[in-house]
């Protein structure tokens, strides 16, 4: 028959240590004796780290440049001719490139080849120069042009039939206006 502990006892420090197998209460003075050791020797990684930090600080202090003393850029005046050249030229490029390059990649086929971009940042247009093999390509091309939603208008310039080339390609020309990025 198995053994049935009743135990009426309140909770507390003596009812905790009589029911304390006696075997772990002679390992407590073992498990003390290694935590001491142990707590020293936190301490002493503690006073290694500081003065570790106190040393690179010290270090870095000793081997720092001296302070370089800049002296104040002289005041450029510039023509107003200048500064709209200037201005024209940072506009030019800043062109939205990345926008301008797969908006043209989505819509141009493989049948039209394109000879040349001509951007004017000034008016946010792209001048168009290319090359197909028919007129029905020319048009299919300026509807998918027409067709990207980043382009507002699209109109052809030019188009002529290149009679010196044995296949007669159909060279045009197309504006396109892009809106704002």
């Not at 002289?74 to 506009?91: E, F, I, M, S, Y």
């Not at 819509?107 to 168009?128: G, H």
Request: charged letters at 20%; hydrophobic letters at 50%.
């Amino acid at each position: 028959m198995k053994r049935t502990r009743i135990d009426f006892a309140p909770p507390g420090l003596r009812r905790t240590l009589f029911r304390t197998p006696p075997r772990l209460i002679f390992m407590l003075p073992a498990v003390l004796a290694m935590c001491v050791p142990a707590g020293f020797m936190t301490q002493r990684y503690f006073e290694q780290q500081q003065e570790l930090t106190d040393l690179q600080a010290a270090l870095a202090v000793r081997s720092a440049p001296p302070p370089v003393v800049v002296a104040a850029a002289p005041k450029v005046t510039l023509a107003p001719a200048q500064v709209t050249a200037v201005n024209a030229a940072v506009q030019q490029l800043n062109l939205p490139w990345r926008d301008l390059a797969a908006a043209l990649a989505d819509a141009t086929p493989a049948s039209i080849a394109l000879l040349a971009l001509e951007p004017d940042a000034k008016r946010r247009t792209l001048r168009i120069s290319a090359e197909a093999k028919n007129s029905d390509d020319m048009l299919a091309y300026i509807t998918r042009l027409q067709a990207e939603e980043w382009f507002t208008s699209v109109v052809l310039m030019r188009h002529e039939v290149m009679q010196e080339d044995p296949n007669r390609p159909l060279r045009f020309q197309i504006s396109v206006q892009w809106g704002t990025p």
